[in-house]
């Protein structure tokens, strides 16, 4: 079963597209250093401790597939904690961003699949259900602030 999380976000589907897409805005709220390759199998490398890259990253990680501005599908790594059985080449998930302009706003759905049916996977699931929540309100909170790159073209 998949983790799927939606919110809305009072700003232009664009911004919202490059909030994610952008290397030097998704580190405004969502990891302290990212390295973003926009194309398919381009890099989606978030680093949530820029000092070691190895460590608490999703370093390898790529773009599945994308269609600017309304869809982004990545491969994801979990924190270092369930690394042991998610982070291998073999079992990474994929999590999908679907976008969609809405009252002048836009519409975020995140769809987080490919949980394996064992109580470790159960565990990092629950904590990624809560590790999302956050992600999307920090991407809200920082999108509609008015200030910063993120609000604005």
């Known amino acids: 079963m998949s983790i ?37 199998n381009g890099k989606f490398e978030l680093y949530f401790d820029p000092s070691n890259k190895n460590s608490m990253s999703t370093i390898g990680c790529k773009i599945i597939k994308y269609e600017e501005p309304h869809l982004l599908e990545i491969q994801w790594k979990g924190p270092d904690e369930f690394a042991e059985f998610m982070n291998g080449q073999e079992q990474l998930t994929t999590v999908k961003i679907e976008l969609v302009s809405k009252d002048g706003g836009t519409n975020v ?15 990092a699931k629950m904590w990624h259900v809560k590790a999302w929540e956050q992600a999307l309100s920090s991407l809200k909170s920082n999108m509609e602030s008015g200030e910063g790159i993120l609000c604005c073209k």
Not at 4 to 31: G, M
Request: charged residues 30%.
């Open 4 to 40: 799927t999380q939606e919110i809305y976000i009072q700003s232009d589907l664009d911004l919202v597209w490059r909030a994610w897409t952008k290397s030097e805005r998704i580190t405004k709220w969502f990891a302290p250093a990212a390295e973003i390759e926009l194309e398919k």
């Open 109 to 123: 759905t995140l769809e987080h699949s490919g949980w394996l049916d064992t109580d470790d996977w159960q565990s």
